[in-house]
């Protein structure tokens, strides 16, 4: 009874005794043992070695073989490509709209002047982000476009880089175009990987002694040579000439990494799943016919045939023979033809005819796929649903919760990398326009360069945020607007609508239904209400 016992004393670590150092005669210390990391009896823990270096170091040695498998994985999946644009859609949709929150008060504006100089700015804002001749330097892609790039760039490299160039005159008036502000995207692997620690240069980067950053150091193509050439981060003005956008993982990071790189293993795990079903798709295909029969052998009859001689009873074993000989010649006459035409007639007593398939892929396959699929869709940010197009077993609110969960990831997304790339380039684009005369600013150039912080500052807006159920949605925004817990600038910000050109539409339409004399959409429900009744007192009144 004793090993049985002590068996379970180790099953339950009760067996287990602090291990003992010697200090001296008579004394014994305990050692001490670390609780974090207790492994078990099979060495699960020591079967993993990890090691701790710092965060830069790690994207600085594995940020090629990661870009570099990103983009093998995005061009030669479907679904990792439909994932990107997933990605893309629930963040920017088709544009991110600006929302301009300029502080002015300092030069003298007020709260309808401010309001009349935003929806300048916006109207001017649209003609230029959406003409690829005025804001892309090789004058082929819309601002929102570029947006898009930068974003498949993100998730591919980690980060977004680009120039923000001016154009001046003379070129401008080659072209035929107005504005000099000019975002021109590069690939982030044009910033090279070079490291000076003596210098501040990191992974292409320039610091100074605060670590902030100064300058790049970019691969340029020139007279079909490769020249690396250094850019400063800003201009003398403060004003941004390069554009390096990523998420960092440590506040020391200087370069991002691709957002697939936590998702390669299980992308690969999941190609050799498919692979090895689709192999298995093809051989069940293919057959094999067995015929079973319980009929005696060659070697049975030679044994029959020796008991026939040495046997008494030989008269016996002589038609038991003879029976065994007429059903097989009987069977010989028929056929079993697997061909084109395929036949089976009367087969021997006993025998059985079989077709036998594979028996894979067995009932693991489709739990062990989503779980790959879910983790993907985690790593990537998007739901389960957007990655594989599975809502097989989606309930309305499975659905919700999953929305519920994944947004706030997009949101962030659309606020780290998406919005900061229209904000650079509306930021130069505005100081352009102020300092050329095209915007009109109350003391000019001067009082904008002085207050070109609180001028810039501007919101944007993405798409809305998705619903299981239209109508249960709007119940609810209404809800809030009627308890207060709400307001219309939040409830449109959910929607993807700026609220001022709501508001603007709205005013517009209401006048021109009121002036043609016809009942306007947009007139309060309480105000017919009202109507009524003050014509029934008035009523009551006469009488």
Request: charged share 25%; net charge negative; glycine share 8%.
């Amino acid at each position: 009874m004793a090993k049985p016992l002590k068996a379970l004393g180790r099953l339950l670590n009760r067996g287990d005794k602090p291990a003992l150092t010697d200090k001296g005669p008579g004394q014994v210390a305990v050692r001490s043992v670390s609780r974090y990391l207790r492994d078990t009896r099979s060495k699960v823990l020591a079967t993993r070695p990890a090691s701790l270096t710092n965060s830069r170091d790690d994207i600085r040695l594995s940020w090629r073989r990661c870009a570099g498998l990103a983009r093998d994985i995005i061009q030669n999946s479907g679904r990792l490509k439909g994932a990107v644009d997933q990605v893309i859609a629930d963040t920017v949709g088709s544009e991110l709209l600006l929302n301009p929150k300029p502080n002015l008060s300092a030069a003298g504006y007020d709260a309808q002047e401010t309001a009349e100089w935003c929806r300048i700015v916006k109207q001017r804002w649209k003609r230029f982000a959406w003409n690829q001749a005025e804001c892309d330097m090789r004058g082929k892609f819309t601002l929102p476009q570029l947006v898009d790039c930068s974003l498949r760039d993100y998730i591919t490299f980690g980060e977004v880089t680009g120039m923000l160039d001016y154009m001046g005159g003379a070129q401008r008036a080659r072209y035929g175009i107005k504005a000099g502000t000019k975002l021109c995207l590069f690939s982030p692997q044009k910033l090279v990987q070079d490291t000076l620690e003596h210098d501040r240069l990191f992974q292409g980067v320039f610091h100074d002694e605060n670590g902030r950053p100064i300058s790049y150091l970019i691969e340029e193509a020139r007279n079909g040579q490769t020249v690396k050439t250094r850019y400063n981060a800003r201009d003398l003005a403060g004003r941004a000439q390069v554009l390096h956008i990523f998420d960092p993982t440590c506040a020391s990071d200087v370069r991002g990494i691709s957002v697939l790189a936590s998702a390669f293993r299980k992308h690969i795990q999941h190609e050799m799943l498919e692979d090895a079903t689709l192999q298995t798709a093809i051989l069940q295909t293919l057959f094999a016919a067995v015929l079973k029969s319980e009929l005696p052998s060659e070697e049975a009859f030679a044994a029959i045939e020796a008991i026939a001689k040495s046997s008494e009873d030989s008269e016996y074993v002589e038609e038991f023979a003879g029976y065994l000989s007429g059903s097989l010649a009987k069977a010989a006459e028929s056929s079993v033809s697997l061909g084109s035409d395929p036949t089976v007639s009367h087969i021997a007593p006993g025998e059985d005819f079989e077709i036998k398939t594979a028996g894979t892929p067995g009932p693991h396959y489709l739990p062990f796929s989503g779980s790959l699929g879910r983790e993907m869709a985690r790593a990537i940010g998007i739901t389960y649903g957007g990655l594989t197009m599975d809502y097989s077993n989606a309930t309305y609110s499975s659905v919700r919760m999953e929305n519920a969960s994944i947004w706030p990831v997009v949101t962030r997304r659309r606020e780290r990398i998406a919005a900061p790339t229209y904000q650079a380039v509306y930021e130069s684009w505005l100081d352009e326009e102020v300092g050329e005369g095209r915007i009109p600013f109350k003391g000019g150039y001067e009082a904008y360069s002085a207050l070109r912080e609180e001028a810039s500052w501007a919101q944007w807006q993405g798409p809305a945020k998705p619903t299981a159920d239209d109508a249960k949605s709007a119940k609810a925004s209404s809800t809030r607007l009627e308890n207060g817990t709400s307001s219309l600038a939040h409830e449109c910000s959910e929607m993807g609508i700026d609220e001022e050109e709501l508001f603007e539409q709205r005013l517009s339409e209401h006048r021109r239904y009121l002036e043609a004399g016809m009942r306007s959409p947009y007139e309060p429900k309480t105000s017919q209400a009202t109507e009524v009744t003050n014509d029934g007192a008035q009523g009551v009144t006469d009488e």
